[in-house]
């Protein structure tokens, strides 16, 4: 049966979070918020947090300077995938990725399609890798951020989850949490 195995040990992963609008502020950012806290609450390490407007070179300048940052190892982007006219955010980072995580678009519309129903069909969700870094890009709502990190990614970004998780691929896990 899946699930957290507590006599694994715990792993902390370096997780950024980045919002990506045209309106927020730190004031105003609540989905930023949301995900910075819960993945503190969860016992990761809160490596970066940034807002960026809806435009490509913006939304790429700051991942990239994540993806350089040996402290970052996973990023979390909330905000532009979406069909308004503004929402690049898929643009911008889905040519950057070495590897596509389909899976994660599925698994995210299954939770969110609970809680939203079909209105799920508005977000473009995706993930992938960056070199080694991993990209998960979310709606900017509130319920969605909630839907992504407590029905998915709380369970995938723990290295005591079982089976497995994405954590024994981070390079300084590989061997540790196999």
């Known amino acids: 049966m899946p699930g957290i195995d ?6 902390p992963l370096g997780i950024a979070v980045l919002t990506i609008s045209d309106t927020r502020t730190p004031q105003t950012d609540t989905s930023g918020a949301m995900l910075a806290d819960r993945l ?8 970066g947090r940034a807002i960026v407007h809806d435009e490509i070179e913006a939304i790429r300048a700051q991942v990239q300077a994540w993806v350089a940052d040996p402290e970052v190892e996973v990023i979390l982007t909330t905000g532009g995938t979406g069909f308004s006219p503004r929402d ?18 599925v698994v995210f519309h299954q939770a969110s399609y609970g809680t939203v129903g079909v209105s799920t069909l508005q977000s473009r969700a995706f993930a992938g890798q960056i070199e ?6 979310v709606p ?3 319920g969605a951020c909630r ?3 407590d ?11 079982r ?6 691929q981070i390079p300084r896990l590989r061997g540790i949490c196999a």
């Open 147 to 149: 839907d992504a990190w």
């Open 151 to 161: 029905l998915v990614l709380a369970e995938e970004l723990d290295s005591r989850f």
């Open 88 to 105: 690049v955010t898929p643009e911008a980072l889905q040519p950057l990725f070495r590897r596509a995580m389909e899976g994660f678009s």
């Open 132 to 137: 080694e870094t991993f990209v998960f890009c």
């Open 140 to 142: 900017g709502s509130t």
């Open 6 to 11: 507590l006599d694994r040990p715990f792993y």
């Open 163 to 168: 089976p497995c998780s994405l954590a024994g």
């Open 40 to 47: 503190s609450a969860a016992g990761h390490r809160l490596a």
